[in-house]
């Protein structure tokens, strides 16, 4: 998955959910994206977050994406930290096709 599907993804999920209001509330942006983890940080404004978090969680059924799956790590406050989080963590497993 690359960082402009996975983008586009979420805010077409959001659009589903809570319309053009909860987008443009939210702002979400995916800021940083590793493609060998596969893991990425999204900025959102601190208000929407839980917006945000069920994007993530409707993404995969609502897109029609088979084998993946999105969650939340932790939130923070700063990128920085967001960044050294983020490299602290093993790569994510992939499922293997059935």
Same mark, same amino acid.
């Given at each position: ?12 999920? #959001?659009? !589903? @959910? $809570?319309? #053009? !209001?909860?987008? @443009? ?6 800021? $940083? ?14 208000? %929407? ?6 994007? @993530? ?7 029609? #994406?088979?084998? %993946? ?10 990128? !920085? ?7 602290? #963590?093993?790569?994510?497993?992939? @499922?293997?096709?059935?």
């Amino acid at each position: 998955m690359t960082k402009e599907k996975t983008e586009k993804i979420l805010k077409e999920t #959001l659009f !589903k @959910l $809570y319309g #053009l !209001k909860g987008v @443009l509330e939210a702002s979400p942006t995916l800021i $940083y994206f590793d493609p060998s983890r596969q893991g990425g940080i999204i900025s959102c404004t601190h208000n %929407t977050v839980t917006y945000v978090r069920a994007a @993530l969680s409707w993404a995969p059924p609502i897109a029609s #994406l088979q084998n %993946t799956m999105f969650y939340t790590v932790k939130v923070t406050g700063t990128i !920085k930290k967001a960044k050294k989080i983020l490299s602290s #963590l093993q790569q994510v497993v992939t @499922l293997n096709k059935v």
